[in-house]
């Protein structure tokens, strides 16, 4: 496929063949390509063309040469530039759904609804947050000053891909850190879109910079770069734990957003005909590719055949198929290597005992193309299975009973996760009772609204650090004291 982003053209979604450093697309290197593969099709619709060490060494260039001015231009100026940004989305929305369903198989109607607008929403707090953030305080005689960390490289992954990147991006710039984001190799529409509109909103040369790439090539690169201050990967524990101990030996600072294999208690007063359904749409949102997704439904054993047929009713419902119909619920999996993961772990399932009340192993039938999955629930899921403990990253649920409220708080925290968390009860006092004894960076009680607020990020091994909000913003500031200067 040809170029087409070039600043004359800014509302292409073809795949660019080039990298967006210091302020211009330019080609890698050494020039290389891989493959776009269409999810919903199974098949290559392009390729992109990707960098190596020698294009990161050009991006920390421009970035560091950047950040002497873009961390001392007056806040008003980034918030401008954060709002240039914000609108540049909103205006784009549709060209940035369209993207994201061809690169990662989100329905449309998901795409719209979902990934595009919460996405802008992390440009919109970015905005607000510097705009009113306290950089500098005064405590006795001693100034505290926060000041931007410096060069930021920030890698992101394919299921939310949009929104991972804006709330790393939104922050950063805003806090005044100049930046190489790398997005995910098997989602780059939406990141080329995305820079051109950094640079549509007039960015200066530098401060944003995009290198397509793989993880050990590109991401490695920047783990390791001696000039960069700090590096946040959102991804798998893998991936996660190789970045920190790259970046270990010059010291910079690391926030890992990893893995989950989240909890959703549903103590027994809860309204099971509003929570039930609610729960199983959470666990399947993004078919199931979501890193917070509560894909471990914990129930009272006495009301368990009624969940069943609660959860089976919500399921045999949910149209699965061709991303671009506004009907779907459910489209591909991202990509095959996700695909042959689930369908292994939904093997494994029934291979250590777990039983099938809805889905199973296989394609979908008449989808003979492309990487659809059955969505599928299991029942009396115990603590012991592959299925309770590994994340499945696919619309694959498991129902846990349990028999007392202590039980059903063990089980919740019986992961090496802890991400995201959901409580159900028609008693707000119990329900808080319990979000406090589970180990996890979210609770959610009776399925509230998103708030772009609220930070996130994981105990255990789901990372280190928070994301969004205020706690997402101060990640990208130092923290220096100036005694004597009151
Ligand atoms: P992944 O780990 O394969 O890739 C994530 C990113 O890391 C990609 O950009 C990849 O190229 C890069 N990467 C891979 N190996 C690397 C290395 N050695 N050095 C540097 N970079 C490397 O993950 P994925 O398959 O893209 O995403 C799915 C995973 O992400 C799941 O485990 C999911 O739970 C997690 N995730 C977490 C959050 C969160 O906020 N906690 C959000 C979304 C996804």
């Known amino acids: 496929m040809t170029s087409t982003a070039s600043s004359n053209d800014s509302t292409t979604a073809t795949m660019s063949k080039s990298l967006y450093i210091d302020g211009v697309w330019t080609a890698p290197v050494h020039p290389r390509t891989v493959p776009v593969v269409n999810p919903a099709m199974g098949k290559s619709i392009g390729h992109i063309a990707v960098g190596a060490s020698d294009d990161v060494e050009r991006a920390v260039r421009a970035a560091r040469a950047a950040f002497s001015s873009w961390s001392v231009t007056p806040v008003a100026a980034r918030v401008a530039m954060l709002d240039k940004i ?29 990934q595009v607008p919460l996405a802008a929403e992390h440009i919109r707090v970015a905005r607000d947050l510097a705009s009113s953030y306290p950089f500098l305080k005064i405590e006795g005689h001693t100034a505290i000053a926060r000041e931007p960390i410096g060069v930021c490289a920030l890698i992101t992954p394919w299921n939310w891909p949009l929104y991972q990147i804006t709330a790393k991006v939104g922050p950063a ?53 001696d000039d960069i201050d700090m590096i946040s990967i959102t991804g798998s524990n893998r991936a996660g734990a190789l970045v920190a101990q790259a970046a270990a030996v010059s010291v910079k600072r690391v926030t890992q957003e990893l893995g ?19 729960g199983v749409m959470s666990a399947f949102r993004n078919v199931g590719q979501s890193c917070s997704a509560p894909t471990r439904m914990i129930i009272p054993r006495h009301r368990l055949a009624e969940v069943e047929s609660l959860v089976a009713a919500t399921v045999n419902v949910m149209v699965v198929g061709d991303p671009r119909s506004e009907e779907t619920v459910l489209g591909p999996i991202a990509n095959e290597a996700q695909f042959l993961r689930v369908q292994a772990l939904i093997e494994a399932g029934i291979a250590g005992g777990a039983r099938l009340v809805c889905g199973g192993p296989g394609r979908v039938e008449d989808l003979t193309e492309g990487y659809f999955v059955r969505p599928t629930v299991f029942s009396d899921v115990t603590t012991d299975m592959r299925i309770a ?26 992961t090496k996760y802890g991400l995201g968390a959901h409580v159900q009860s028609e008693d707000l006092d119990s329900a808080r009772a319990v979000a406090s004894r589970i180990r996890s960076g979210q609770v959610h009680i009776n399925h509230p609204a998103w708030d772009p607020h609220a930070p996130f990020g994981g105990y255990k091994r789901s990372g280190n650090g928070r994301e969004y909000g205020i706690y997402g913003f101060e990640e990208y500031l130092e923290t220096k004291a100036i005694l004597g200067y009151a």
């Open 86 to 114: 914000y609108h540049l989305i909103l205006e784009r929305k549709e060209l940035l759904a369209q993207a994201i369903m061809t690169e990662m198989g989100a329905a449309i109607s998901f795409a719209r609804a979902s």
């Open 173 to 225: 710039l805003g806090a005044g850190c100049t930046v190489i984001l790398k997005p995910s190799e098997l989602s780059p529409l939406s990141a080329e879109l995305f820079a051109q509109i950094v640079h549509d909103a007039g960015v200066p040369a530098g401060v944003f910079n995009l290198i397509q790439g793989s993880g050990p090539e590109v991401g490695e690169a920047l783990a390791t770069h």
């Open 260 to 278: 989950g294999k989240s909890p959703n208690v549903l103590l027994p007063d809860a309204d099971f005909a509003r929570v039930v359904p609610l």
């Open 389 to 414: 403990q590994e994340e499945i990253f696919g619309p694959v649920l498991s129902l846990m009973p349990y028999d007392t409220v202590d039980d059903a708080i063990n089980i919740a925290n019986d």
